[in-house]
């Protein structure tokens, strides 16, 4: 696989789509954004939260019916007693669709600097939020889950649990299957009966043909000894054509707990995996050794694949690559905005609009480094 780091910013045109920065609920994260067949934007997050991690994480949506110059407020989809998080969403067929989101127990989490500042009233809803969240709720809510609605949205079906999470979710395939590329979630079944440990969680796909009511495991992402499985997480993919799927990983072995960075092994990258199998058996993830992830996968009707992904250094912002070969190249660092003030950003998605442009959707804090993220996209062309 080769690289190219073409190191170029594109022309590109910004915008908003739910923005309340200064507002107490006024954190967008993690979003997704999907095109029905009509031609109706859908932007998916978890928003009108407090924080980064907070209890409060909400599954909203804001709609566009005018390719994204004017959106609709956000509405509240899902709002458990604990946090909501990750929001995907799949345009199935007419007005058929697919949410994906994951919801998790944060009680333990460690107090940031951020929630350190809050102050005498705001510490309060804090801890009625944390209050909700309770081992009696804990069953029902937290784990990784699917809904599904037949009405573009207006109302949504009963939620299903699934195996695995990813930020973007599930995928169709031309068979008119589903197929969700994601990390592992239950650790239940990950648990070694004899020691009571747990082995470190798996990217593996898993597929649907009722519309999302069932699910069954295909196969696991195998991953080069020298590198920690754990390490690989928030997975996309994208079908090439019958039954040959590419997938890309994130990878950040030097972040959280994991310490476990190689010498010459680049952190917050990506990793591509390709299945010839639809799913079942898939190949060793290799190192594409630049810095940007999570990734998002678009087939352009040019026949363009496009990758759109963060990019946590400095100069902070969202960035794309394209590959014309399927994967066996990729050019990376094409800039669509480096004008980011803080590395809370990005998870962006993207969608072909009517005209052949690109709408790309992220997260990202506007003027200061002190307000809540907003809901921002960026409209822009694929470069010839």
Same mark, same amino acid.
């Given at each position: ?58 599954? *909203?949506?804001?709609? @566009?019916? #005018?390719? =994204? &110059? +004017? $959106? ?8 458990? /007693? ?85 930020p973007h979710g599930p995928i169709n395939l031309a068979n008119g299957e589903i197929l969700y590329l994601g990390t592992e979630t239950d650790q239940d079944k990950l648990k070694n ?10 990217? *593996?796909?898993?597929? @649907?043909? #009722?519309? =999302? &009511? +069932? $699910? ?8 080069? /000894? ?80 496009i990758c759109a992904y963060s990019f946590r250094e400095k100069p902070y912002g969202i960035r794309v690559m394209i590959s014309k070969d399927e994967g066996k190249s990729w050019e990376y660092n094409y800039i669509l905005r480096d004008d980011g003030i803080h590395p ?11 005209? =052949? ?28």
């Amino acid at each position: 696989m080769k690289t190219i780091n073409k190191n170029h910013k594109l022309k590109s045109n910004h915008g908003i789509v739910a923005t309340y920065p200064n507002q107490f609920f006024g954190y967008f994260g993690w979003p997704t954004i999907a095109r029905m067949q009509d031609g109706t934007l859908l932007a998916v997050a978890s928003g009108l939260r407090n924080y980064h991690v907070c209890p409060f994480g909400r599954t *909203t949506i804001c709609t @566009s019916s #005018d390719e =994204g &110059k +004017t $959106w609709t407020s956000p509405r509240v989809i899902n709002d458990s /007693p604990f946090d909501d998080r990750d929001a995907g969403i799949l345009s199935v067929k007419g007005k058929d669709l697919v949410l994906s989101w994951f919801t998790t127990d944060n009680r333990s989490a460690i107090p940031s600097k951020y929630e350190k500042e809050l102050s005498a009233s705001e510490l309060k809803i804090w801890e009625q939020g944390m209050a909700s969240m309770t081992d009696q709720a804990l069953t029902d809510f937290v784990g990784s889950w699917i809904r599904t609605s037949n009405n573009a949205g207006l109302s949504w079906n009963e939620k299903v649990r699934v195996p695995v999470s990813a930020p973007h979710g599930p995928i169709n395939l031309a068979n008119g299957e589903i197929l969700y590329l994601g990390t592992e979630t239950d650790q239940d079944k990950l648990k070694n009966l004899q020691t009571g440990s747990t082995r470190p969680k798996h990217i *593996t796909a898993i597929k @649907s043909t #009722d519309f =999302g &009511k +069932t $699910w069954m495991k295909l196969g696991d992402v195998p991953t080069n /000894p020298k590198t920690y499985t754990g390490s690989f997480n928030e997975p996309h993919c994208l079908e090439l054509s019958k039954g040959k799927i590419i997938g890309l990983i994130r990878n950040d072995p030097n972040s959280h707990e994991y310490k476990t960075r190689q010498p010459g092994e680049t952190d917050f990258t990506m990793y591509q995996t390709i299945s010839e199998d639809g799913g079942s058996n898939w190949s060793e993830a290799e190192p594409l050794g630049f810095h940007g992830s999570p990734p998002h996968l678009l087939k352009h009707s040019s026949g363009t694949i496009i990758c759109a992904y963060s990019f946590r250094e400095k100069p902070y912002g969202i960035r794309v690559m394209i590959s014309k070969d399927e994967g066996k190249s990729w050019e990376y660092n094409y800039i669509l905005r480096d004008d980011g003030i803080h590395p809370d950003l990005g998870y962006p998605s993207s969608v072909e609009l009517s005209d =052949g442009s690109i709408i790309t959707m992220y997260y990202q804090k506007l003027n200061s480094v002190d307000e809540k993220c907003s809901l921002l996209f960026t409209k822009w062309k694929v470069p010839i």
